[in-house]
């Protein structure tokens, strides 16, 4: 059975905790704190749709496979922004679909969107729900309803290919099911973001998600060698080969996509290996850009471990402050987390000549145990934000990328936007954890006294940030894709030609506009 995650917070509510004592101190010390709690009483709008278009989808897929109930509807309203959450945590599901529709085959997927273009009815794909853009918020106005299109019973493992390494996989099938079905045949997908555990594999690709062991094994579109894509006129079959010389990679098109194009039936991906031996280190550096240099020197060197995240000197204090039980003591500026992955001897090898580099530029080794403590915590961040929601402290986050020579103007840019829009107390916290050979992506972490209103509160400081990238040659994102929050920036970094290159895709296999209506296309 595939767990639900709760409409007004992260994740297993099993998992819910208080703010840590530590962590409540160091908050209580720099923003302040004070009881926020959700309101539970949360009611739905009326369905908008009328009871012959639902019979005629009926009719498609099935009665069991259109689900009008109110729980089903709450689930699949919105991702986990924190505007999402604000919003459902006050109550306004406003976005709530009328209904909820799970194919259980890529024919099904297909008949969906026929009933929708005859019908003109919006249609919202939904993997598992972790969007933190407003992805799964699309505009309904001119519609006759707005439907999600729930993948969650194409869930299953095709294929597997030990000669090429690869494996078909259906797009509902969630982080832990792709990685056990793997397991079974000795092999990994190796992909990890914070969301994997309720993330899904049609999510991966229609975002570019990038995971946490990217310094090794890449980004998910990194993964990807073939797509199967249901279209409004008709179905897009790419990847015929590992590369090819025939035209623009049309893949690329649907990566990153956000269900805006088509509607992701089947992935089929590249697979490597389980790996015997999995060891995690921490080093610590006396300064953020000291440790920046050191991972580009890694990079650029082709000596890149697998897991390699560097945390600025506040988001370092924080850690600290989380992990009270481990203790400081060795850690001073910026901690570093490098992780290896593979066979023994492979493993000991990268990590021997990592540990020269890392020693010749400053690093202080400080052994397995807090490395092997962020290991085992990878996910369980998401949590801490709906405790400090709770606590009335604000909580985001949002990321970007850059080249080298440009990191530390973006980082001090986006630090000052921050800082500026959201007043005395703020937090801003900052972490390097996808690296390339030609630059790295920064993810800040901020925290704030929540307003009496946190929605125009937050919105005001997002924009800030965003022009504050934008304005310093940066990338709008770097992973956590377009939605609607990132659409006006999405037109200043691609101009109007690139617009109008996504409006005329659009345009060809969408020429209704009933797939995600008002996400990513400017």
């Not at 309101?39 to 908008?48: C, H, I, N, S, W």
């Not at 999405?490 to 020429?511: F, N, S």
């Amino acid at each position: 059975m595939t767990l639900e995650m709760h409409p007004q917070r992260w994740g297993d509510p099993a998992h819910a905790a208080p703010l840590p004592e530590s962590v409540r101190g160091l908050v209580d010390a720099f923003v302040g704190t004070r009881d926020t709690p959700a309101v539970e009483d949360v009611r739905l709008p009326d369905a908008g749709i009328g009871d012959d278009l639902l019979a005629a989808l009926r009719a498609e897929i099935g009665d069991d496979a259109v689900l009008v109930d109110d729980e089903s509807r709450r689930l699949r309203t919105r991702g986990k922004s924190t505007p999402d959450l604000i919003r459902a945590r006050t109550g306004d599901l406003a976005d709530a679909p009328d209904a909820v529709a799970r194919p259980g085959s890529p024919e099904h997927v297909a008949a969906v969107l026929a009933w929708a273009v005859d019908h003109h009815v919006a249609v919202v794909p939904f993997g598992g729900g972790t969007c933190v853009t407003g992805g799964l918020a699309a505009r309904r106005d001119g519609y006759a309803g707005l439907i999600s299109l729930d993948l969650v019973r194409l869930d299953q493992l095709l294929s597997v290919d030990k000669v090429s390494m690869t494996a078909v996989l259906q797009p509902g099938m969630r982080g832990p099911a792709a990685e056990a079905a793997l397991a079974e045949h000795g092999l990994t997908l190796g992909h990890f973001p914070q969301s994997f555990e309720f993330a899904s594999i049609g999510g991966f690709a229609a975002t570019r998600s990038s995971g946490q062991s990217s310094a090794g094994f890449g980004r998910f579109d990194d993964m990807v060698v073939g797509l199967r894509v249901a279209t409004p006129v008709g179905e897009l079959v790419l990847g015929s080969s590992p590369a090819n010389a025939a035209g623009p990679d049309l893949r690329e098109a649907v990566l990153g996509s956000e269900g805006t194009l088509g509607v992701i039936t089947e992935v089929t991906v590249r697979v490597r290996a389980l790996a015997a031996e999995k060891v995690y280190e921490a080093w610590s550096f006396a300064t953020f850009a000291e440790g920046a240099e050191a991972m580009r020197t890694l990079a650029q060197s082709g000596r890149l471990p697998t897991v390699l995240r560097l945390s600025d000197e506040t988001e370092t204090m924080v850690n600290l402050a989380s992990q009270s039980d481990i203790g400081g003591d060795g850690v001073t500026g910026c901690l570093m987390i490098a992780g290896y992955e593979g066979e023994a001897a492979s493993v000991a090898a990268r990590r021997a000549e990592v540990t020269t580099v890392l020693e010749s530029l400053g690093g202080t080794d400080l052994g397995e145990e807090r490395g092997q403590a962020w290991a085992a915590g990878r996910f369980h961040a998401p949590y801490l934000r709906d405790s400090m929601l709770d606590a009335g402290v604000l909580v985001e986050t949002l990321e970007t990328a850059t080249f080298w020579s440009n990191r530390e103007q973006v980082y001090q840019a986006v630090k000052q936007a921050l800082e500026t829009s959201l007043g005395e107390g703020t937090l801003v916290l900052c972490h390097i954890s996808h690296v390339y050979e030609t630059g790295c992506s920064l993810y800040f972490t901020v925290a704030a006294k929540q307003a009496e209103d946190p929605l125009p509160q937050w919105l005001a400081a997002k924009a800030a940030a965003s022009d504050a990238m934008i304005e310093s040659g940066a990338t709008i994102t770097h992973h956590h894709a377009v939605g609607t929050d990132h659409k006006p920036w999405l037109a200043r970094e691609i101009g109007p030609v690139g617009v109008a290159m996504l409006r005329g895709l659009k345009g060809a296999v969408d020429p209704a506009g009933v797939l995600n209506p008002g996400v990513l296309i400017p």
